[in-house]
């Protein structure tokens, strides 16, 4: 999936960078008596020929992530000494911050693991780095000097690093577009937009491969419109109705189907403690993560009798190999890129 960047959290400028997905994935089934059985890991034909280390190992993802926030506050703090500003670099700022779904500590397939954090999503074991607009920062290493400018000083420090009055545009149709706006956004967007072309962590969603993860996309697409993943979900959903989940057409709405509900209530609740509400606010979230962890538990129930997992890494072998086939030049000339 390719990075939108006009899609801004409501909890901050976070944006994510998305993986194909994790190169392995656990296999459960069940036997005859419902028990799991673990079955080898699923290796992604995809994932293996073009997933390098950076997105698909977690140490590698980490030390790109960090030079990139090294590097972003170095050409922030130089833009603004030349603007005529001392700006210390912010290694902890959340204004843009780098995250990927592939590393969540989410265990969907761990009964006892699922019996505790459900899909992970009240826990926030599945956005883990998305921060509260109501934080109160005690580690800013510019919050005394810009404290000791004036008013007016105040204000051309913040014109320096941000910009002109923030104005997102409501069409970005292409990175350059994107990088174009960001340019306008300040010290910080030129900062942003130089790290980025400096970082691999961003080389997918350059233009010059727009068309190879367009297709990706669209694979990914058609994969769910084959006939054999419309009939698991056809049985996996009824699997969910007979318990008493109706309505949800597949374990990806199902695991989805509470976020907005958890950031609208977890809004709340920040609110009325931002405003000194001591009053017990947190019980709303405990019984949204009751809910969460039965629709969990009951997801994983239906997942293992279909058994779900097995028969869709088997159509994705099938598709991707295929894919693979029909796109390797496109392919290997973007493997070559990454190196």
């Not at 306008?184 to 130089?194: E, K, Y």
């Not at 072309?197 to 233009?207: C, I, M, T």
């Not at 699997?239 to 695991?255: F, L, T, V, Y």
């Amino acid at each position: 999936m390719r990075l939108r960047h006009k899609t801004f959290s409501v909890l901050g400028s976070l944006v994510t960078v998305f993986v194909l997905g994790a190169c392995t994935s656990n296999l459960l089934v069940s036997d005859n008596a419902g028990a799991e059985v673990s079955t080898s890991d699923f290796l992604s034909p995809l994932d293996e020929f073009i997933g390098h280390a950076v997105w698909n190992n977690q140490d590698e993802f980490q030390r790109a992530a960090d030079e990139f926030t090294t590097r972003r506050e170095e050409l922030i703090a130089q833009c603004m000494r030349e603007a005529g500003f001392n700006y210390h670099p912010d290694l902890n700022s959340t204004n843009f911050t780098i995250g990927t779904t592939a590393f969540d500590d989410v265990h969907p397939d761990d009964r006892d693991w699922v019996a505790q954090f459900g899909f992970g999503i009240v826990s926030g074991h599945r956005h883990r780095s998305g921060g509260s607009i109501f934080d109160v920062r005690d580690d800013d290493p510019n919050a005394a000097y810009v404290a000791s400018l004036s008013a007016q000083a105040r204000e051309a420090f913040e014109f320096a690093l941000h910009g002109p009055p923030q104005n997102v545009p409501t069409q970005l149709d292409t990175q350059s577009d994107w990088e174009d706006w960001m340019r306008s956004r300040g010290c910080m967007g030129q900062a942003i937009v130089q790290a980025q072309s400096e970082n691999p962590l961003f080389l997918r969603q350059a233009d010059e491969w727009a068309s190879l993860f367009t297709a990706i996309d669209q694979l990914g697409q058609a994969m769910l419109e084959r006939p054999e993943i419309v009939e698991l979900n056809r049985e996996w959903s009824h699997c969910m109705a007979d318990a008493g989940h109706s309505g949800i057409s597949s374990p990806r709405d199902a695991s989805s189907l509470l976020i907005p509900e958890y950031f609208e209530t977890s809004f709340m609740v920040q609110q009325q403690q931002a405003e000194g509400d001591v009053t017990d606010a947190t019980e709303p979230l405990a019984a949204l993560q009751s809910l969460e962890i039965d629709l969990a538990l009951t997801d994983l129930d239906c997942r293992l009798a279909t058994n779900y997992t097995a028969r869709v890494n088997t159509v994705r072998h099938e598709v991707e190999t295929q894919f693979i086939a029909d796109n390797r030049a496109l392919l290997e000339e973007f493997r070559n890129a990454t190196e």
